[in-house]
C-alpha cells in the first residue's frame, strides 16, 4: 500500500488511531473530528451565514481533561507539516500535548516545557500511553494524588449527550483546579450569554461530587440579585440538585415557564424567618438576606463558618466594592472559597473585583464569543435624544 496516495482520513483511520490503541488508548479517551467553535456569523444586509467552524482532527482525554491533540496530514507532507495549525487550536482548548503526524510517524511539541526540546521525533510505534501522558500532566500542574481526585470528578451528565462547549470546559477545569489546590477567591469572566449559570452548576456538582472537604456534607450559597435569576436557575440548571437545594426566601415560592405553567420552589425560610439548615444547595437574593438594619441580616442566621463554597453570580454590580451589602455577606462568611461570575470586572478606584478575588482564572470575552460564532455580532446605532439635541 502506497501511503502517498491514501486520503488524510485514511490515515487517520489506518495509521493514527491505530497507532494509538497500540499504545495503549481506547475509543472512550479518542475523539475524532472534534468541532469547537460554530463558525463566526457573517451578516450582509438580509443575508446571514457563517464562518468556518474550527475543527480538530484528535483530541485525547484522560478521563475528561482533553489532554493530547494530534493534526493529521496525508503522507506527502512532512511529520511536523500542520504543527501552527495545531497549535492555535491547542492554545485554545488549553491542550498541553501537540502531535502531528502524516501516518509514517509523529511530531511532539510539550507546550508544558517538561521535555528536552520543545518538538521531538517519534516513531508510528513509539506515541505515548495515556499514563506516561498523564504523569507528564501531573508533573506539569504539581498535582498531588488528593488533588488529581477532585479534578478528575466528572461532569453531571444527564445522558443528552450535552456537554459544556470548550471554553466552558475551559472555566470550569481552571476553577476546580484552582480550588483543589486550596486557593479560596476566584475570578472567573465569561461574557454575557455564554452560559454562567451552566457553567456555575457544573462546578458545583463537580466540587459537591467530589472528596473536597472530604468527611463532611458540603454546603453551597448561590448568591444573585435578581429574583427570576434565583428563580430560573432552581428549575433549569440546577435542577439536578432535587432536593438538596431551597432558595433562602419566604414569597415567590412559585415560578412562571414559558409554557405559562408554573412549578413550586423549595424554600428555606418559614414565615418567622427561621431557617431550615438540612438542605445543601442555597440559592437568594442578597437584598432577602441583609438589609440596614439588625433583624433584616438573614444571613446571620447561620453560622460563620456554614457555607464551604460561595458563588457570586454577576459579582461586578456589588461585590466589587468594600462598603456594599454583599461585601458583608462574603465578609461574615470569609472562610467558605468564593467564586465571582461576571462579564464585566469592575476596576475603579472605589470597587475591584480582582482586588478581592484576584486575577481571572479564565476569561472568555465578548471578542471572543463573536469569533468563535456563539454570540452574534452587534452594530452600534447612534440615536439623539430631543433632550440633549433641544436642552
Do not use: C
Not at 488533588?147 to 477545569?173: A, F, M, T, V, W
Not at 480550588?179 to 455564554?194: D, E, H, Q
Not at 440579585?225 to 437545594?245: C, E, K, S, Y
Not at 461576571?342 to 473585583?353: F, G, I, M, V
Request: hydrophobic residues 40%; charged residues 25%; positive net charge.
Amino acid at each position: 500500500m502506497n501511503k502517498n496516495h491514501l486520503s488524510e482520513d485514511d490515515i487517520s483511520v489506518k495509521f493514527i488511531t491505530q497507532a494509538l490503541i497500540n499504545a495503549g488508548w481506547d475509543e472512550t479517551q479518542i475523539r475524532r473530528q472534534v468541532s469547537f467553535t460554530k463558525g463566526r456569523i457573517i451578516v450582509r444586509g438580509k443575508l446571514v451565514s457563517r464562518g468556518r467552524a474550527k475543527k480538530a482532527d484528535f483530541v485525547l482525554y484522560f478521563y475528561h481533561i482533553p489532554i493530547a491533540l494530534i493534526e493529521a496530514k496525508k503522507s506527502k507532507f512532512a511529520d511536523g507539516h500542520g504543527m501552527q495549525q495545531a497549535l492555535d487550536y491547542a492554545i485554545t482548548l488549553q491542550i498541553p500535548f501537540v502531535f502531528t503526524s502524516n501516518g509514517k510517524g509523529f511530531v511532539l511539541h510539550d507546550r508544558t516545557g517538561q521535555s528536552a526540546t520543545m518538538e521531538t521525533n517519534l516513531a508510528l510505534d513509539a506515541f505515548p500511553s495515556p499514563a506516561e501522558l498523564w504523569l507528564k500532566y501531573q508533573q506539569w500542574k504539581g498535582l498531588t494524588p488528593a488533588q488529581e481526585k477532585i479534578i478528575l470528578q466528572p461532569y453531571y451528565d444527564d445522558g443528552s449527550d450535552k456537554e459544556p462547549r470548550y471554553y466552558q470546559r475551559n472555566g470550569i477545569n481552571a476553577s476546580v483546579e484552582a480550588i483543589a489546590k486550596g486557593i479560596n477567591r476566584i475570578l472567573l469572566v465569561m461574557a454575557t450569554g455564554t452560559g454562567k449559570t451552566y457553567t456555575t452548576f457544573q462546578i458545583i456538582w463537580r466540587l459537591w461530587k467530589s472528596d473536597w472537604k472530604a468527611g463532611k456534607q458540603k454546603r453551597v450559597l448561590y448568591l444573585a440579585d435578581r429574583n427570576v435569576l434565583i428563580g430560573q436557575t432552581m428549575v433549569n440548571d440546577f435542577r439536578p440538585f432535587g432536593a438538596t437545594m431551597a432558595k433562602l426566601s419566604t414569597s415567590a415560592k412559585t415560578i412562571e415557564r414559558a409554557d405559562g405553567s408554573t412549578t413550586e420552589l423549595t424554600t428555606a425560610v418559614d414565615g418567622k424567618r427561621r431557617i431550615d439548615t438540612a438542605y445543601e444547595i442555597y440559592l437568594g437574593l442578597y437584598q432577602a438576606l441583609t438589609g440596614p438594619e439588625e433583624r433584616q441580616k438573614l444571613f446571620r442566621e447561620f453560622s460563620p463558618d456554614f457555607f464551604d463554597l460561595i458563588v457570586i453570580d454577576e459579582g461586578h454590580r456589588g461585590s466589587a466594592a468594600e462598603d456594599s451589602a454583599w461585601r458583608e455577606i462574603l465578609t461574615y462568611f470569609s472562610s467558605a472559597t468564593q467564586i465571582g461570575m461576571t462579564a464585566t470586572p469592575k476596576e475603579t478606584e472605589y470597587a475591584s473585583n480582582i482586588h478581592y478575588f484576584g486575577e481571572p482564572v479564565y476569561t472568555y470575552s465578548l471578542k471572543q464569543g463573536i469569533s468563535d460564532g456563539f454570540l452574534a455580532p452587534y452594530k452600534v446605532i447612534k440615536a439623539h435624544l430631543n433632550v440633549d439635541v433641544e436642552g
